[in-house]
């Protein structure tokens, strides 16, 4: 294969939300979900962000997809502005359509990292503006925003 077309292949996937350029790492092997929808997702939760923000809240960031078996979304965001997002090889399109992980990482991004004490500010504070920001991008009626900030809230208690 000629050099270019290696070249070609190790290039990263990039989502560009308003005020931003987020590197998007993906396994080798795929998940059941095409490439596209992947990426369509996190573009999507990413948008939603942006809106409340005015602007994604950091110029870049990357985000990685570790796949796990069955179904499942989890999360992690690090200061360094880096996400890892463990993700379900089974999920479907519809699992990515209703997911708030994804979200939920992201806002954490527009908010300063604080002492382990006070992790329940950190995550109070991405638990209210996750729906806010799903909401936007038409992913939440306004009685699901209201359901889930309610059921959502005293997860962030210390």
């Known amino acids: 294969m ?5 070249l070609l292949l ?3 996937r990039v989502i560009t939300p308003p005020g931003a350029s987020i590197e998007v790492t993906l396994p080798d092997e795929p998940f059941e979900v095409p490439e596209a929808v992947l990426l369509g997702w996190l ?3 990413a948008k939603g962000v942006a809106s409340v923000f005015g602007k994604f809240p950091v110029s870049r960031a990357s985000i990685e997809l570790s796949p796990r078996r069955g179904h499942g979304i989890g999360g992690t965001t690090y ?3 880096e996400i890892d997002i463990r993700l379900g090889r089974a999920e479907t399109a519809e699992d990515l359509a209703h997911d ?3 979200t939920h ?3 954490h991004l527009g ?3 604080l002492a382990r004490r006070h992790h329940w500010m950190e995550e109070g504070l991405a638990t209210y503006v996750e729906p806010l920001a799903r909401a936007r991008r038409g992913g939440m009626t306004e009685a699901q925003v209201w359901g889930d900030l309610t059921s959502g809230m005293p997860k962030g208690m210390p």
């Open 2 to 6: 000629p050099l270019f077309c290696l």
């Open 10 to 12: 190790a290039a990263p």
């Open 43 to 45: 573009s999507d939760s």
């Open 79 to 81: 200061p360094s502005h």
């Open 100 to 102: 708030w992980v994804a």
């Open 105 to 107: 990482e992201m806002v």
């Open 111 to 113: 908010f300063p990292s």
